[in-house]
């Protein structure tokens, strides 16, 4: 046996010995458990230590790199599901299923069922209504307001991700963007512009506030003074 291997026998003979002495001194030296903790000390024993999950924190684009990349979607329907996701906070399932009859013109508002079925009603301004509208005349789907090439079903998920991909990269964005990164602006406006964080809340459709709380850290600096906000924020995208 060559000298490296004589030393690597002698270092896992050394970490046996050591295993030995503990489990011959744990006998030697028992620690007291009462009978009715025993099950709980065993169950203990048996479970995985996990190693905490670390959240990441959502990536925002700033209000001009998402005018630039809304620019640069040519398909009015792409442009138009987008736009949902920007202008209203949706999740990508939500805006690509979204049908016309969704749009409340009179009270400004859109009707979206999101997860677990819940309905939640989301203020949309007039300026992006009126785009919304310019949009959908290009196909005049009867039903959908962002529906396939056959016009049989809601636009596939996958086609708005590839948009806003590609989107990204004409418009110079060299971050990671995907769908859902326009539904983080969004929040992102909103709390900027002072709205309450119970608010942006019901609008995202959170059920736990902690989930709308890791918008805090971006921010840089009840209706009526909602839909001033998002006229504001939303006019010539």
């Not at 011959?24 to 030296?29: C, E, I, V």
């Not at 040519?74 to 399932?93: D, T, V, W």
């Not at 979204?98 to 013109?105: G, I, P």
Request: proline fraction near 6%; glycine fraction near 6%.
């Amino acid at each position: 046996m060559r000298g490296g291997g004589k030393k690597l026998f002698a270092a896992f003979a050394g970490a046996r010995r050591g295993a030995w002495h503990v489990q011959t001194a744990s006998r030697r030296h028992p620690v007291p458990v009462s009978p009715d903790a025993r099950p709980r000390v065993v169950s203990l024993l048996k479970k995985r230590v996990r190693p905490p999950q670390h959240k990441r924190l959502p990536n925002v684009l700033s209000d001009a790199e998402v005018r630039a990349l809304l620019g640069c979607v040519r398909n009015p329907i792409h442009k138009a599901g987008l736009l949902l996701m920007y202008a209203c906070g949706l999740r990508i399932s939500e805006a690509a299923s979204l049908e016309v009859t969704a749009l409340d013109k009179v009270n400004l508002v859109v009707s979206v069922i999101g997860k677990g079925n819940k309905e939640r009603r989301v203020p949309v301004a007039q300026p992006v209504l009126d785009e919304l509208r310019s949009l959908w005349l290009t196909h005049r789907n009867r039903r959908w307001l962002c529906p396939n090439r056959r016009g049989s079903a809601p636009i596939p998920r996958k086609t708005l991700w590839n948009t806003v991909r590609q989107a990204a990269a004409e418009a110079g964005i060299t971050r990671h963007v995907t769908p859902h990164t326009l539904r983080h602006s969004y929040a992102t406006r909103l709390l900027e512009s002072g709205v309450d964080t119970r608010v942006v809340q019901i609008l995202l459709g959170h059920v736990n506030i902690a989930t709308t709380a890791i918008y805090m850290h971006l921010t840089e600096p009840t209706r009526t003074s909602l839909k001033n906000i998002l006229d504001k924020l939303m006019i010539g995208l």
